[in-house]
T-cell receptor
Framework: AQTVTQSQPEMSVQEAETVTLSCTYD???????LFWYKQPPSRQMILVIR??????QNATENRFSVNFQKAAKSFSLKISDSQLGDAAMYFC????????????FGTGTSLTVIP | DTEVTQTPKHLVMGMTNKKSLKCEQH?????MYWYKQKAKKPPELMFV???????INESVPSRFSPECPNSSLLNLHLHALQPEDSALYLC?????????????FGPGTRLTVL
């Protein structure tokens, strides 16, 4: 089974500053998808950003961007201009290419935003 | 409508009770999922339904029984649960089971087994 590792159980960032959450994964596949999901306290999990492994260009979504290093099997999330609403648990997830494959989630990073 | 709804929000049950969790989506999604999530842990996949047929069962104990009556509804029937089954139960749906499909999650049902 694939493993996804998030080595930072907790992180904090000052409002308006930039923070980077790290994620590494282990796979022998060459084609796959990577995701970052956000789960605010007592609210539902939502997709933040998605990266296709065969695309070299890093995905960006407004203030959120990723640094995808395929050879290093690293997929970090950068949050720029952090806002109070960014406070949440962030899960990195891996999914092998093809139909019917499940998500493998990392253990999560709890992000606190300090006003 | 990009919403997955789950009822009830909270449920407390005894070990001899029978209860059901309900999940609904009206996005036309054909894949639906049940996850179990303990506090500060990632979601653990329990079941996947694709086109109303059970496609993945992650060796879940038989005291959890899923049901997909139609393409919009997913139920999880609970019977003779144990205290360690207390957790947040999340439902999710996606367009299909293709790799790129985003999963849309519901808010969850927080279950406490006494």
């Amino acid at each position: 089974a694939q493993t996804v590792t998030q080595s930072q159980p907790e992180m904090s960032v000052q409002e308006a500053e930039t923070v980077t959450l790290s994620c590494t994964y282990d796979t022998s596949e060459s084609d796959y998808y990577l995701f970052w999901y956000k789960q605010p306290p007592s609210r539902q999990m939502i997709l933040v950003i998605r990266q296709e492994a065969y695309k070299q260009q890093n995905a960006t979504e407004n203030r959120f961007s990723v640094n995808f290093q395929k050879a290093a099997k690293s997929f970090s999330l950068k949050i720029s201009d952090s806002q109070l609403g960014d406070a949440a648990m962030y899960f990195c997830a891996y999914r092998r290419r093809g139909t019917g494959n499940q998500f493998y989630f990392g253990t999560g990073t709890s992000l606190t935003v300090i006003p | 409508d990009t919403e997955v709804t789950q009822t009830p929000k909270h449920l407390v049950m005894g070990m001899t009770n029978k209860k059901s969790l309900k999940c609904e989506q009206h996005m036309g999604h054909r894949a639906m999922y049940w996850y179990k999530q303990k506090a500060k842990k990632p979601p653990e996949l329990m079941f996947v339904y694709s086109y109303e047929k059970l496609s993945i069962n992650e060796s879940v104990p038989s005291r959890f029984s899923p049901e997909c009556p139609n393409s919009s509804l997913l139920n999880l029937h609970l019977h003779a649960l144990q205290p360690e089954d207390s957790a947040l139960y999340l439902c999710a749906s996606s367009q299909g089971q293709a790799d790129y499909n985003e999963q849309f999650f519901g808010p969850g049902t927080r279950l406490t087994v006494l």
